[in-house]
Structures are given as structure tokens and as C-alpha cells.
């Protein structure tokens, strides 16, 4: 006899133990067949990551390769980055960061329960790449200073060898990244759940800190710059966006989603 086993479209992402069971009268039959993982899959009309076209699909979720852009908006710079999502044991890497995080720490059925809602498996990602929250995370960011200790975040080329530092480790944030180290590490993760990633670079990148949308600079009367407020501009910044429906918001916030791991201020 064959058996066709089909999950629903938002089933809960990750490890499953498959158990057959057979009652015969009052006798039951168990067999513990295998594991599998379920994956988000943008191939299926009914998940909320579903993605029409074949060709974003091939670039945003099969490309293990890409380009970042860089510098400043008068000398921009392409790097390239590999990926690497489908290498060896990356998959299990990635479902253990979800198990690491603070949210699943605090509240395990909770969390597990939430897997199958990309807005919500996103925003443990995004706070997991960086190990700003004490939380096991992927990274370390350091912006200034000597790199001599360990690695300058510029020699960085691709997600694999991070993310499998990081796990020889012992899950010990690796040292160090910035913003597009970030962003092509969770750019890894994310493809690697199924979630439609890109990257997107942005150019005297607005940083407001105080939240009033603007970036404001104070003088004094005689036109003396004061060094008072937060707010700065960046050469450039980058940050991921992933493509996902939001019941939540209504249809016309369909698409892609702004995801940032670069821990500028703590997550939350």
C-alpha cells in the first residue's frame, strides 16, 4: 500500500519525527519510521511566501552566489558573496539558531508554535545574526578600531565558513562583522528556510536615532557646530528584504519585507 502524506500550508517549520501507527482491535503498532524538515516553500500557492515567478524564485532562493554593493554613492563597489545556502550541515545550523534564540528560551511551545509565519521566523532571525542581545548570536559588530585580533570584517567573501565557525564555536558570536556581513549571512539563513532573501544597499543612509523622522545637526548662534543629538548619515548601509504575505496589515503590504540585522540599537 502506498500513502501520500501532505502537510498544510503554514505547518510549523523544522525537524519531524515521522511514527506510524497501526490499531488492529486493541492492539496498537507503533514504528518510528525517519525524520524529515519542513521548509517554507515559495513553489506553493497557499504559503504565505508563495512566489509566482520561476525566475525571482531561481535568483532569490536557489542562487547560492551574488553581489553587495558598497562604498559610497560616488565610488560604488560591487563584492561579491557567496551564499552557500544548500552546503553541508548549513540547514542544521540554521534550525538550531532558531532553538538558541531568546524567544524560544523563554517560551518554547510558544515559539515553535509561530514557525510556520515567516514575519515572525524573520524577526528571530534578524535578532539571532547579531550577538548583541546576549543571545548566542552570529556576530559581533565593531565599526572602528583594530581588527588585528580577528578577522577585519572587509575580508569577509561569504556566509559558509562564518556560520560554520560560529557553530565549532560552540556558538560563540564570530568576530566581527558589519552591516553587508549582516546582510549576506541572514540573506544565507533565510534562503535556507525557504524564505524569498535580498539585498539592498542604500546610499547616505539616514540613522535616526530619536525616532522623529528626521536627522537633526544643532549650531549655535554663531554657527558652531554642537556636538548634541544621535542622528548621523552612513557612506551606505545595507539591509535584507524578504518576500512574504501580511494578513496582518491587508493585502496592499503583500511582497517584499525590510528585515535588518545590523544591531544599531538592541531588537525590540
Not at 23 to 44: A, D, E
Not at 60 to 67: F, H, K, S, T
Not at 174 to 182: E, P, S
Request: with cysteine; hydrophobic share 35%; net charge neutral.
Amino acid at each position: 500500500t502506498n500513502f501520500t502524506i501532505s502537510s498544510p500550508a503554514n505547518a510549523v517549520i523544522g525537524r519531524y519525527n515521522l511514527i506510524l501507527q497501526v490499531t488492529s482491535g486493541n492492539k496498537i503498532f507503533s514504528r518510528f519510521l525517519g525524520q524529515f524538515v519542513l521548509l517554507f516553500n515559495p513553489w506553493c500557492p497557499g504559503d504565505a511566501v508563495y512566489m509566482a515567478n520561476e525566475s525571482e524564485r531561481q535568483e532569490y532562493v536557489l542562487n547560492e552566489n551574488g553581489i553587495i554593493f558598497v562604498g559610497n554613492a560616488k565610488y560604488m563597489e560591487a563584492r561579491g558573496w557567496y551564499y552557500g545556502q544548500f552546503q553541508d550541515q548549513l540547514l542544521n545550523i540554521c534550525l538550531t539558531m532558531l532553538d538558541l534564540s531568546l524567544y524560544y528560551r523563554q517560551d518554547a511551545a510558544i515559539d515553535v508554535s509561530r514557525r510556520g509565519d515567516p514575519k515572525y521566523v524573520g524577526r528571530v532571525i534578524s535578532s539571532m545574526i547579531n550577538g548583541n542581545d546576549n543571545d548566542n548570536g552570529v556576530l559581533l559588530g565593531k565599526w572602528q578600531g583594530s581588527f588585528h585580533s580577528h578577522e577585519n570584517p572587509s575580508r569577509w567573501d561569504g556566509s559558509v565558513v562564518i556560520l560554520q565557525k560560529w557553530r565549532q564555536d560552540n556558538y560563540k558570536p564570530v568576530q566581527y562583522g558589519q552591516c553587508w556581513v549582516f546582510a549576506g549571512v541572514m540573506c544565507t539563513v533565510l534562503r535556507c528556510l525557504g524564505i524569498p532573501t535580498r539585498l539592498v544597499s542604500n546610499f547616505n543612509s539616514a540613522h535616526d536615532v530619536d525616532r522623529n523622522l528626521s536627522i537633526d545637526k544643532y549650531y549655535d548662534s554663531s554657527g558652531k557646530s554642537l556636538n548634541i543629538g544621535k542622528d548621523s548619515t552612513w557612506d551606505y548601509h545595507v539591509w535584507n528584504e524578504s518576500w512574504f504575505i501580511r494578513p496582518d496589515l491587508g493585502a496592499s503590504y503583500n511582497g517584499w519585507q525590510v528585515l535588518d540585522a545590523t544591531p544599531q540599537e538592541q531588537s525590540r
